[in-house]
């Protein structure tokens, strides 16, 4: 693109009650207007969107209205880049659909724009963002799972959940790290405690460790000076090694079991691989086995609400039913929209102790491909889209 093309320009017409707000970035040109808080649609952005669950099939690309800011916090972003997560691949089955419409507060959730990531730019902001974040600010964040997502050129997003873009890294670059990381921080300082306990000097385990989430979650410990095992395939040993894992397991080595059991105490096993509770052998040593599979969203979408939940209760009590003597817990960890976690990761980033990894890059245009290769597995890395 040329220089030209590249230079962004903000500019604001006062009428009598209403601002028009027009942004151009590259050959694009957004407009909207304001009144208050709320955004009037005058214009149209390209989106992928669900109509109905299924699989990859079900992606349409359409023309849709220009978001609107409901909330004094809330601001459009002209998004640039985004992730496509195995929680894409899930919603887009239907996944969660159920419990899901008690934030969503029981309104409309079909059409249903994915995507949870992004990197961007702000294009407008409700009154009530203040001076942190100014329109033309490059920013990078997370969308909550039951909001509509990131998979469309503009987007609304809260201020308590973007950050100013590192200046060190690329848009790509910042928006693979976004959503695995917050995730590997909601299951390690919320659900394993490491918010309460600290992390430093903590011996955890993590199973999948050369995954999206694995490799963010080997960095983050390590940058608190955390004790970390992790597990996955041979070919993949040299880059869990390279992300400062103390000692990394080959899951395919007939002795894999016994070469964990003998490594003594664990505070904390990290399931990223979908191990499961049942496979953990009873010789192994540790304090908090948490899992981002539990089977909570699955049972409502199967059972219905309340059946579900009661279902998922029963469960995670009898899991965590063991005798005095064995001080072992169970958790569930989800991915939580913590502002707070989010600015610790966001320093960690800026600060280089958590690099990115990409897998592959798509174009927008290319969406349905993206997810074809996620469906693969066996990543190393992201896979990000450019819009």
């Not at 093309?5 to 903000?10: G, P, R, V």
């Not at 942190?132 to 469309?152: A, E, L, N």
């Not at 060190?168 to 917050?182: F, I, Q």
Request: a positive charge; proline letters at 5%; one cysteine or more.
């Amino acid at each position: 693109m040329c220089k030209k093309c590249q230079k962004e320009s903000t500019m604001f017409v006062n009428t009598t009650n209403k601002t028009l707000a027009v942004v151009q970035f590259g050959h694009r040109r957004l407009s909207a207007i304001a009144a208050k808080v709320n955004i009037q649609e005058q214009c149209r952005v390209n989106a992928w969107q669900v109509h109905s669950y299924g699989d990859i099939n079900e992606l349409q690309r359409g023309n849709i209205r220009m978001p609107q800011i409901r909330e004094p916090n809330q601001l459009l972003i002209n998004v640039e880049a985004a992730s496509v997560n195995p929680i894409d691949i899930f919603m887009l089955a239907g996944y969660g659909k159920t419990l899901m419409q008690i934030p969503r507060k029981f309104e409309m959730e079909l059409p249903l724009t994915l995507g949870r990531d992004f990197c961007g730019t702000i294009i407008y902001k409700g009154p009530g963002v203040g001076s942190s974040f100014s329109i033309g600010d490059k920013v990078y964040g997370f969308v909550p799972i039951h909001k509509q997502g990131s998979f469309s050129e503009v987007i609304v997003a809260d201020k308590d959940h973007i950050c100013k873009q590192p200046k060190t890294l690329s848009p790509v670059e910042s928006t693979s790290l976004v959503y695995a990381s917050m995730t590997a921080w909601s299951a390690l300082y919320l659900f394993g405690n490491l918010v309460m306990k600290g992390a430093k000097g903590s011996r955890i385990l993590i199973l999948g460790a050369s995954g999206g989430v694995g490799t963010v979650a080997v960095q983050l410990l390590k940058s608190q000076n955390a004790i970390v095992h992790g597990t996955c395939s041979k070919d993949a040993i040299p880059l869990v090694t390279s992300l400062g894992a103390d000692c990394v397991f080959d899951y395919r080595d007939p002795d894999y079991l016994k070469n964990i059991e003998k490594e003594g105490f664990y505070h904390i096993i990290l399931d990223c691989a979908k191990f499961g509770y049942d496979n953990i052998p009873k010789t192994w040593k540790y304090g908090t086995y948490v899992t981002l599979n539990s089977p909570l969203l699955i049972n409502a979408d199967k059972y219905g609400l309340v059946r579900g939940l009661i279902n998922s209760a029963g469960t995670f009590l009898q899991q965590n039913l063991k005798p005095p003597s064995e001080k072992k817990c169970v958790m569930w960890g989800f991915f939580t929209p913590s502002g707070n976690g989010f600015r610790f990761i966001d320093k960690l980033i800026k600060d280089g102790k958590i690099r990115p990894l990409i897998h592959k890059e798509f174009k927008f245009d290319d969406l349905p491909c993206a997810f074809e290769e996620l469906k693969k597995g066996h990543m190393r890395g992201k896979i990000v889209v450019t819009y």
